[in-house]
């Protein structure tokens, strides 16, 4: 196994690549978009990950990352590309079973081919054995199959990458053997082999963990707002018990993992799933529960300036997508407000790029100011600077990140997501 094709060049497909690069494998990184794989043979990445501009330099530098729009023969193939879910939030194969096609013709026996997308149970022996097995070779016999899902963090990828635990499943123990040697090149963590269709469902389960997690968290907000209490103190005390681990509530959840994981065991089986569906419905109703919080502000909020600080998912990462600030803006905009967004982290949007502006002009004459990601620049925002902007000092802060009595020193009436001031 000296030469590896990694398909998909995104949030784990482009690091994963470099690590091997760095780690002594000739790797060619494939990716659809046109954009990506020039920018990247230029040596300037897409993606917003502490050293991973270092990382993917040293590889591109070194002659052993290339980049580029189709993938080639080699001896390891990577899958790394997007499974979002479809109107019945059931998942969206699409891009896998067109990664699989797209090796097809490049297959040899003794090749190993791994998929990281995360995917349900039952996806690598039912639908991408089969699409490789179009080019006349046996699965498990020819060429060997895992799945190993990644379990990095944004904003900690290339740190969790190397150290993290990981789970790889074959259709078989030789795929299992066959993985297992070519991480062990970068690895440090522990190696677990299983079977393909349970390492599928220990990445579901991780993230619906986290959900639901979230949800309680979210829903016990909501409880404390209408009786008076504070709910993220009483989640720090309750977690000074050694078997209790509550997460934080927020205005909803986001990203590609824990918005969307969930909803694959659901649609694999609905019937059994009730408590994780309704750990998102109450994720999926947080960001509604802010504009409520917003509204109990004003009369109307025709025609309010709003300055929202933060739209990516979660902080210190340029990652917006299913981001609950998306929702939120959407309904300001359709109770009439006027919004303004300052992000330092994001550059544009699909759909608000005309919102984004920078610090000042944001608050210029803002009626309130909402926190919807905790942004390490946010901490130290000079609230006395902010305080002659404003219209009028009013804070909502979804993720308790601000530090308050600076804010409060300042005149401002400061709120938490579940506890009005």
């Not at 929702?327 to 790029?353: Q, W």
Request: glycine share 6%.
């Amino acid at each position: 196994m000296k030469k590896i094709c990694v398909l998909g060049l995104g949030y784990i497909g482009l690091p994963t690549a470099s690590m091997f690069a760095t780690s002594g494998f000739d790797v060619v990184g494939v990716d659809i978009n046109k954009e990506i794989v020039a920018n990247l043979q230029k040596g300037n990445i897409h993606i917003e990950e502490p050293d991973l501009n270092t990382l993917v330099s040293a590889a591109l530098n070194s002659k052993r990352l290339l980049v580029k729009e189709a993938p080639e023969t080699a001896d390891v193939f990577i899958i790394a590309v997007p499974t979002p879910f479809n109107k019945d939030k059931s998942a969206d194969l699409r891009h896998v079973v067109s990664a699989a096609d797209s090796i097809v013709p490049y297959l040899k026996k003794n090749n190993l081919v791994i998929l990281e997308s995360t995917i349900p149970p039952g996806t690598t022996k039912e639908v991408l054995v089969p699409a490789l097995e179009k080019s006349g070779l046996a699965a498990g016999q020819d060429f060997f199959v895992t799945h190993s899902p990644e379990r990095i963090l944004p904003g900690r990828a290339l740190y969790e990458l190397v150290q993290n635990d990981r789970v790889i499943g074959g259709i078989n123990a030789e795929s299992s053997k066959a993985a297992e040697s070519l991480y062990k090149s970068f690895v440090k963590g522990n190696i677990y082999l299983t079977d393909s269709s349970t390492a599928e469902m220990v990445k579901l389960i991780e993230n619906t963990y986290r959900d639901v997690n979230i949800a309680l968290a979210n829903e016990l907000a909501l409880i404390s707002k209408n009786i008076g209490i504070n709910v993220w103190e009483a989640i720090e005390l309750a977690n000074k018990h050694p078997r209790v681990n509550i997460h934080k509530p927020g205005p909803g959840v986001g990203g590609h993992c824990i918005a969307v994981d969930p909803w694959f065991i659901v649609a694999k089986d609905p019937k059994n799933s009730r408590l994780i569906q309704k750990a998102r419905e109450i994720n999926n109703n947080m960001p509604g529960q802010v504009v409520l919080m917003v509204k109990s502000f004003y009369p109307s909020l025709k025609d309010r300036v709003i300055s929202v600080f933060g739209i990516t998912y979660k902080g210190n990462i340029d990652d917006i997508r299913e981001s609950p600030a998306n929702f939120v803006i959407d309904g300001l905009l359709k109770e009439g407000a006027r919004v303004k967004i300052f992000d330092p982290h994001v550059k544009s949007h699909p759909v608000y790029k005309s919102l984004l502006t920078g610090l000042d002009e944001s608050v210029q004459g803002s009626d309130c100011i909402i926190i919807l990601s905790d942004h390490n620049e946010f901490v130290g925002l000079d609230p006395g600077s902010i305080s002659k902007l404003v219209k009028q000092k009013v804070v909502l802060d979804t993720k308790n990140c601000l530090d308050h009595s600076r804010w409060l020193k300042e005149g401002f009436s400061v709120s938490l997501l579940g506890y009005l001031k």
